[in-house]
């Protein structure tokens, strides 16, 4: 029998998205009034060009919109069924720390690499450094999606005999 140990919930797309593209939008269209604002208001041009901050700003904010478009593609394919299964026991485990915490470790012939920094927050990175679950030889099942180079691990659920 199986017991879940980790599931993922499905993020949905809150106002912070919105806010942002309302941000990026209202600075792109204000350009000319900020910088004037900048310039001649506030007397900041000899800290630093106009155009430099504006595009540092405006740089900032494509890559929020960006990462918000990768969850919206994410949660699309999700919901389309695009999740793998894959059941058997853990083998080749490799816990390595330096800024952040790696795990790498196969099932079957499917191998899973993440790590507590870099991966999204939607996935499966054992964050809680918790090793009763993720250790060798533990029988798991692992609902995972495939991405590239990686396998983003959505579900596990893991063996637990029956005992009487």
């Known amino acids: 029998m199986f017991e879940i140990y980790y599931q993922s919930k499905i993020p949905t797309i809150g106002w912070d998205f919105y806010i942002t593209i309302a941000i990026t939008l209202s600075l792109i269209f204000s350009f000319f009034f900020l910088k004037r604002l900048y310039e001649d208001k506030l007397k900041l041009s000899n800290l630093m060009d ?16 960006y990462a918000y478009y990768k969850r919206i593609e994410r949660i699309e394919r999700i919901e389309s069924g ?3 299964y894959v059941e058997g026991i853990i083998k080749e ?3 390595s720390s330096s800024s952040s915490r790696s795990e790498r470790f196969k099932v079957g012939k499917v191998s899973f ?9 939607m996935f499966f990175a054992n964050r809680a450094h918790d090793s009763k679950v993720i250790k060798e030889g533990n029988r798991v099942k692992i609902s995972y999606l495939p991405e590239e180079d990686d396998n983003l691990i959505f579900e596990i659920k893991v063996f637990k005999p029956n005992v009487k």
Not at 56 to 65: D, E, G, K, P, T
Not at 113 to 121: A, E, I
């Open 93 to 95: 485990l490799d816990i």
């Open 50 to 65: 106009f155009r430099l901050l504006f595009s540092l700003v405006l740089f900032y904010l494509a890559i929020n919109i």
């Open 82 to 84: 695009e999740l793998v």
């Open 113 to 121: 690499d993440y790590n507590d920094f870099g991966t999204s927050g």
